[in-house]
């Protein structure tokens, strides 16, 4: 039988294989489009800035229609948040939190009366859904649901960037597509377009119908470090924080793995050396 | 269990034990002085690496109940908390949810060295049918366990595998609807069905254990088979489980568990599916169901057959036929290190099986090998699932036809003396001239 040394270098090499091969599967559209995020790879990190700004085009753009019903105020001052400062180590206590949940009403009970009210947001309060209801959202939409982004980039084959592929993919519709109203063509959206195509049939475009327009025009947010907010900008920005948010705790994977890697080297290391002298003297 | 016990009370207090619970004197016979034959290679390490994985899963599974809630309106909620406020319950959940790749990553390489070796034979026929009924419990835990998130793929993956059973109507009208709205506790699967299955969920590991200990009290009564296939002779051939196999197998686990971290902190959804991250919803199927990769050999045999009751049967069946297996090889030789023709089918029996599991990966529309191109210009030619039912009818074929014939007609090499010999002379063929064994008088 195969020695076990070569069956490992074989599963090394499978493994290689289907890292590389998950980090291509770019779904059934177009290949997503070239870009690269700093969180990417075992000892990747989040850009602090870059949480910043993407929370910023979250906040003004995508939250007029889509809820994180799962990320809370706090979690944006937390470790390896966007707003997290050492001075303040609880997120609840931290003046950023604080002031980015007090600028938004959110619905609550009046303690007294029972009544329905809004009063100013706290670290302990989750963003905001612009919708009340899924039928409310829908009644909005044309019928279509904006999905909760709170984990949308572990959601969807490709994560940020799948994300920052579909909302700069957008482009005028190949002719023979028939793009209903209040529908949108993006090729990285998931989809069979053939029965709107009059097009020949091998040439059935890849992609689908969206029902969101294209929505990061050039400066629709004002970044408050100076950086210039073209559509590209923003929606790799808003990629980051939606990874971000996705796994908060994703940069704290990756350093704790480093340690227990480097801790589990050196203690099977110790046991193979056991092992060769406990065996020294037995013929095997 | 095997030879007298040499067990020797030191103090007063395991004297007097002894007397009363010898527990003291079985870890002892068990766990340290246990004579074990000293040829094991590293494949026989994964026994060892499963029972770390039992404890593992059982470990960290025991955490995550604290704080998973088993409501269909709840659920998917619960497990974010984990991932996001529970101190370290991102860890324990990736943990559990690798940790399952990880037992049936090694539960395979295991179930594959007992093949190779021949260890089914007697006499350890019972100690391989426990461990394949440790096997079907590991699979009904770990479709369960995948059930509880209640992402699309969970809800899909109960849907699908319980509907499984509506085959049955086939055989007796009205029989599979009504087993599987016994398993669903309704007419759907819907809150009751998650609720007992997370209720089973916690259940069955605690049988697996349960079932492990008689796999190991099984083992020690005829004791360990060995690459070589010949039985213990002496006590030369042997070396005391502790300290000899104790560090052989603790190294083994040491390099199994920076794998198994690998997974955890570095690529913790490289095995898990993005459409499990949707909430479960029943009114919108995903576009492809695929099971857990460590079913997927099986979901293609399933797919293979174009009957649903007899692609069901045929799915069953070929986890039914490792059972049997005992009875079907007739050779008397255990170890295929001295049947070169029997290796030949084993490697493509593994072969075919990796292959179905890649099939159940795929579509089964998907072209394997293209020919040509129909109208709409998509490529035509050779599919997946015609590639499924020609590796199906091999899977079948090695266990039905391959391993009953050919141990009847096959050229086996020489059989060492005894374990010693071919390790004196750091091979195996250098048998002394007269000394080959005759396998039939072999147990």
Known sequence: MLTLRKAFAGFAAGLTVMTAGAALAATHGEHMRETKFSFEGPLGKFDRGALQRGYKVYAEVCSSCHSMNLVYFRNLAQKGGPFYDEKHPNPNNSPY????????????IDQETGDPITRAGTPADHFKAP????????ASNGGALPPDLSVIAMAREGGAHYIYSLLTGYHEPPKGLRVPTGQHYNPYMAGDLASYWDGPKDKVPAGGLIAMPPQLTPDRVTFDDGVKATPDQMAHDVATFLAWAAEPKAEERKQTGLAVMIYLIIFTGLLYASYRRIWKNVAH | MSGPSTYEPKTGFERWLDTRLPIIRMAH????????????????????????????????????AMHYVPNADLAFNSVQRIMRDVNYGWMIRYIHANGASMFFLAVYIHIARGMYYGSYKAPREVLWILGCVIYLLMMATGFMGYVLPWGQMSFYGAVVITNLFSAFDGIIPGLGTAITTWLWGGFAVDNATLNRFFSLHYLLPFMIAGVVGLHIWALHVPGNNNPTGVEVRSK????????????????????????????VFFAPEALGHADNYVPANPLATPAHIVPEWYFLPFYAILRAIPDKLLGVLAMFGSIGLLFVLPWLDTSKVKSM???????????????????????GGKLPDDVVIAVGRDETGAATGFTVVWLSRI????????FLLVLPLLGLTEKTLPLPDGISSPVLSKGGAAVPAGATASPEKKG
């Open chain 2, 337 to 359: 290190r001295y049947r070169p023709t029997a290796r030949w089918f084993f490697l493509i029996f593994i072969a075919a099986t990796l292959g179905l599991g890649w099939c």
């Open chain 2, 29 to 64: 016979d068990t766990a340290l002085d246990f004579p074990t034959p000293k040829n094991l290679n590293y494949w026989w390490t994964f026994g060892g690496i499963l029972a770390v994985c039992l404890v593992v899963q059982i470990i960290s599974g025991v955490i995550l």
């Open chain 1, 97 to 108: 939190a604080k002031a980015l949940a007090a600028g938004v009403m959110v619905p609550d």
């Open chain 2, 236 to 263: 030369e051939d042997t070396v005391p489980f502790h300290p000899y196999y104790t560090v052989k197998d603790g190294f083994a686990i040491g390099a199994f568990m920076i794998l198994f971290a690998w997974f």
């Open chain 1, 131 to 138: 919708f009340p209801n899924e039928a409310a959202a829908r």
């Open chain 2, 391 to 398: 590796l199906a009818v091999y899977y079948y074929a090695y």
